[in-house]
Each structure stands twice: as structure tokens, then as C-alpha cells.
């Protein structure tokens, strides 16, 4: 087998009969990974404007963001559509791009789903729509993705680097949807995996977890952070160990995982179609990845290192709330609303509901909120719903600790 980039391997395919029949694998564009909030990113090119996508393979379709919409000057046409994520559902528009490149990926008059409403950085998502019309090799570790196509290779190994590499099948979610699901096992039972970019952490779902025994009240779970995505809502993650993980014939004993509802916020009827876990950013940054739906397979290689982030030590999210009380003092709305958030859940701190109101009080009325009056209308949702959780009292103490603090500063 060969490898070689589109344009040698085109000349090398015009010469004989007997290198057409020979299993080549072309490199049609490499891309380098960058880093946006910690999250890996690839470069788009819209409407000749450059963009900052997050790569996240687990997005069913690619969605742009405001801030990508306006940079690169795309219409806009009004649309009913909805996305649903961690975060549970967002309202969409229709962005058009008169010339849009993304990889070896190229049109005119592309239309685009762009969210209205998003906490995420960056200028938008690319998602397995495009990540995906290709054979693909993610190498986190090196920061680069290649997009591939394999030529008379039928069910021969594609893995250029290591012909015995191993390899499971992969399978489109379902229908039209292209993002990539696996089967694993946890603690010897079975299990379909979705492999996500878009997930710092790997973690398994709710009901998935329930079924081995992992539920957030059980001896020796810990609550350790929230989850967020596309929409509003953040959801609270639990870490619990297991003994055995399995993907093919690798095998990985006595970890430590986290779990979450990932699907309840968008709605619990998705629960009943989504893979039961994610392998996100931790695993994927192990292993070297060969994407091969022409083949059905995912071929791994395990690179070494941990390959699950158990998530923050209690230590670590004490240092954390103490960071962004600090922080919030100084005006930082943003540390304002993340200290709100762990006040609410008791995450690194003691649950303080009327403390986390204060905070929220205080970022609503803000110059910075004023400024992004998206983010102030969910951080006015918030504050109501909690404010309809406390009592009378509470209420009013929450509002006169606002009053208090808005005045001293």
C-alpha cells in the first residue's frame, strides 16, 4: 500500500493498470488544529473571511455563531429550525455564504444553520456533516487532521502508519446523521460510543450509567462539574469508578469516569436514539484516529498517557470557586455567572442559593449584559427560576446583598 498526496497520486494512477489495482490512500488537505478555550478548532474560509470552527465530531450538522455570521458578512434568512444539545434547545437562522471552503470541502451559495444563542467560543461548529464527507485521521497529538480517500483498497487496512493497527466497526448514528458511533464495554456489558471532539471529557450517560450501578447518590460518587453545549443550559456530571472499559481489543482496568444526563436538557425522548457514552478530547488525545466510512471502521492506536480526565479533585474546584469569587469582586460578570453556577449546585462550595441570586442580580444589571443581550436574557431565565425556588426572605436578602455590592463598587 502507498500513501501520497491528490496531486502525485493522480500522475502515479495515469501510468498502468497495475497501480490502479494497488490500495493507495489519497491525502486530499491536511489542516492544523488550534486551540479556542481549550477546545480544538479548525479554520474555514467564508465568503473569503477566515473562521474559527470548533471541531466537533460530535455536532450532527455544522452550525455558525453570531460573531462568525457578522465577520464574515453572511445573509441572513429567518428560519423555524431548532437545534438540541447538552445544553437543550437553541433557535436557529439560515446564514448564507456566496463561496465557503472548509478542508478539501469547497461551494457556492452554501447555506449554513447559524445559533442565535450560544456560550460557546469561537465563530461556529464543524460538525460531522463536513468532518466527515471524507476518510479522516485525527491526530490531536499533533495538532492536525487529515482528510483522506482510499482507492481499491476494499476491506484492506488503511492504516498507513501500522497495517496491523487494530480496528472496530463504525456506524453512522442513523440515517442522514454521519456523526460516529462504536460499540465498547463497560465493566463487561455493552455499549454504543459516540466519538466527540466537542467533549473535553469522556463520559457515559445517565441511563447507561444507571444500568451499572452508577447514580449520583451512590457510595462513592462525587459531583464535579457542569456540562454545557449548544443551548442555555449547563448540566451537573458525576465521576464513580469501573472496572474494565473495552474498545476492541484494547482494555483499560480500575478507572475513574464521569456521567451525566447528557440528553435530558434537549429533551428526554433523544435518550432513546443517542449512543450511551462519549469518547471525547481525553480519549481521543491517546490514540491516533483513522476515520474510514468508506470502509465501516475505525482504526486506533493507543499513544500513550491517561486516557480518561476523572474530571477536578475537590482541591482543584475549591481553588476554582476561590478563583472566581476573586474575580467576580473585581466586576468579571462572566466569573460572576460561573460562581453563580457552582453556588447553585454545591460544586467545590456550599449550595447557597440566595448568594448565587445576588451574583446573578448583579450580572443582570451589568454594562457588560446590557452588551450582549442574549446572554442577559438567559441570565435573566436563571435568576427567575431560582428566584421562584427561595422564599420570601431569601428573596429579599439575595436582592439587598445585590444592592449592597452594586453600591460599594
Known amino acids: 500500500m502507498t500513501i501520497r498526496w491528490l496531486g502525485a497520486a493522480l500522475m502515479a494512477f495515469s501510468f498502468s493498470a497495475d497501480a490502479e489495482e494497488a490500495c493507495e490512500v489519497l491525502k486530499l488537505a ?28 460530535g455536532a450532527m450538522t455544522t452550525v455558525l455563531f453570531p460573531s462568525g455570521v457578522q ?35 469547497r461551494g457556492n451559495n452554501v447555506h449554513f444553520l447559524a445559533v442565535k444563542n450560544t456560550k460557546l467560543s469561537g465563530d461556529g461548529v464543524l460538525g460531522a456533516d463536513y468532518l466527515f464527507r471524507t476518510d479522516v485521521e485525527v491526530l490531536l497529538r499533533e495538532n492536525k487532521v ?33 456523526r460516529q458511533k462504536v460499540e465498547v464495554k463497560i465493566n463487561g456489558q455493552r455499549f454504543s460510543a459516540l466519538l466527540d471532539s466537542g467533549a473535553m471529557q469522556s463520559m457515559i450517560n ?11 447518590d451512590s457510595l462513592g460518587t462525587q459531583l464535579v462539574g457542569l456540562v454545557t453545549g449548544i443551548g442555555r443550559q449547563s448540566v451537573p456530571s458525576w465521576r464513580a469508578h469501573i472496572d474494565t472499559f473495552e474498545i476492541g481489543p484494547e482494555t483499560i482496568r480500575n478507572i475513574t469516569i464521569q456521567f451525566a444526563d447528557l440528553y435530558g436538557a434537549a429533551g ?44 477536578p479533585s475537590q482541591e482543584e474546584l475549591l481553588k476554582k470557586a476561590e478563583h472566581l469569587r ?9 466569573d460572576m455567572l460561573g460562581l453563580a453556577d457552582m453556588l447553585i449546585m454545591g460544586i467545590g462550595v456550599e449550595k447557597d442559593r440566595v448568594e448565587a441570586c445576588k451574583w446573578l442580580l448583579i450580572a443582570e444589571q451589568s454594562s457588560w449584559a446590557a452588551s450582549h ?9 436563571v435568576r427567575a427560576e431560582l428566584l421562584n425556588q427561595l422564599d420570601e426572605s431569601e428573596a429579599g436578602e439575595a436582592r439587598k446583598r445585590a444592592a449592597a455590592w452594586v453600591a460599594s463598587h
Open 30 to 57: 491536511s489542516l492544523p488544529i488550534e486551540y479556542t478555550a481549550f477546545k480544538p478548532t479548525l479554520h474555514g474560509t467564508f465568503n473569503g473571511v477566515d473562521l474559527r470552527l470548533l471541531m466537533d465530531s
Open 71 to 105: 465577520k464574515a458578512g453572511l445573509e441572513a434568512i429567518h428560519s423555524n429550525i431548532v437545534s438540541l444539545g447538552v445544553g437543550g434547545a437553541a433557535n436557529n437562522f439560515i446564514a448564507v455564504a456566496k463561496d465557503a471552503q472548509i478542508g478539501p470541502s
Open 146 to 178: 487529515i482528510f483522506l480517500q482510499a482507492q481499491h483498497c476494499d476491506d484492506k487496512p488503511i492504516s498507513y502508519w501500522d497495517h496491523d493497527a487494530p480496528w472496530v466497526d463504525s456506524h453512522d448514528v442513523w440515517g442522514s446523521d454521519q
Open 206 to 216: 445517565l441511563r447507561a450509567a444507571a444500568s451499572i450501578g452508577l447514580k449520583p
Open 268 to 311: 428526554h425522548h433523544l435518550d432513546l436514539f443517542e449512543p450511551d457514552m462519549v469518547l471525547g478530547v481525553d480519549f481521543m488525545q491517546a490514540h491516533r484516529l483513522l476515520f474510514s466510512r468508506s470502509q465501516g471502521r475505525l482504526y486506533f492506536t493507543y499513544l500513550g498517557g491517561q486516557i480518561f480526565n476523572p474530571g
Open 326 to 334: 476573586e474575580e467576580a469582586e473585581k466586576n468579571s460578570v462572566p
Open 373 to 381: 443581550p442574549d446572554l442577559q436574557q438567559n441570565i435573566q431565565r
